[in-house]
């Protein structure tokens, strides 16, 4: 494929839908829908060589025996799901900095440390080029609601033997979550 250009669509409040312009190996031009959290694409580059604009959790407690999961109800599929905490990196922020904040927020817990980065995760490849990093880590504290008025959520510390269940109870997850739980459940 050869990257022709784009066309801006729609400017949201927290996306901007874009049409992409490319050239397939035959010759025949392809539009390509997709979102991004940037009002502007620029230049081919930037379609993937960007900082990342949000943060995933991946928190175990001290003992390494529970995960921290939230369920939490999704507008875009009128549902809850279990997924990792998670949110968008502030301007100024570092993606701990983010972290410790969107944890607090979602769960009421501290990040209590902070074991590895997980660079250039793409949460839905398929249609948009917001790019995550992941923190893996632990927390403790006591959980809390979310400090948003616009999120129902609903956090816990679950052991294999739970997150085993919900899998096996075919529990709506988000892709990533679902895939590490299994996982780590299954170790």
């Given at each position: 494929?050869?990257?022709?250009?784009?066309?801006?669509?729609?400017?949201g409040?927290?996306?901007?839908?874009?049409?992409?312009?490319?050239?397939t190996?035959?010759?025949?031009?392809k539009?390509?829908?997709m979102?991004?959290?940037?009002?502007?694409?620029?230049?081919?580059?930037?379609?993937?060589?960007?900082?990342?604009?949000?943060?995933?959790?991946?928190l175990?407690?001290?003992?390494?025996?529970?995960?921290?999961?939230?369920?939490?109800?999704?507008m875009?599929?009128?549902c809850?799901?279990?997924n990792f905490?998670?949110?968008?990196?502030?301007?100024?922020?570092?993606?701990?900095?983010?972290?410790?904040?969107?944890?607090?927020?979602?769960?009421?817990?501290?990040?209590?440390?902070?074991k590895?980065?997980?660079?250039?995760?793409?949460?839905a490849?398929?249609?948009?080029?917001?790019?995550?990093?992941?923190?893996?880590?632990?927390?403790?504290?006591?959980?809390?609601?979310?400090?948003?008025?616009?999120e129902?959520?609903?956090?816990?510390?679950?052991t294999?033997?739970?997150?085993?269940?919900?899998?096996?109870?075919?529990?709506?997850?988000a892709?990533?979550?679902?895939?590490?739980?299994?996982?780590?459940?299954?170790?």
């Amino acid at each position: 494929m050869k990257y022709k250009g784009y066309t801006k669509i729609h400017q949201g409040k927290y996306i901007t839908r874009f049409d992409l312009h490319y050239q397939t190996e035959a010759g025949r031009a392809k539009d390509y829908e997709m979102v991004a959290r940037t009002p502007e694409l620029g230049d081919f580059a930037s379609l993937h060589d960007h900082p990342a604009e949000a943060v995933v959790l991946i928190l175990h407690d001290e003992s390494g025996e529970k995960i921290l999961l939230n369920r939490e109800f999704r507008m875009a599929i009128g549902c809850a799901v279990y997924n990792f905490p998670a949110g968008l990196i502030d301007p100024g922020e570092t993606p701990d900095q983010a972290a410790e904040r969107e944890l607090r927020e979602e769960t009421g817990l501290q990040l209590t440390g902070v074991k590895t980065h997980l660079y250039n995760s793409y949460g839905a490849v398929g249609f948009s080029n917001e790019k995550t990093l992941c923190v893996v880590g632990t927390a403790d504290g006591t959980f809390a609601p979310s400090t948003s008025a616009e999120e129902e959520i609903e956090a816990g510390w679950y052991t294999r033997e739970q997150v085993r269940q919900l899998i096996r109870e075919r529990a709506p997850f988000a892709a990533r979550t679902q895939a590490y739980c299994y996982l780590w459940a299954n170790c």
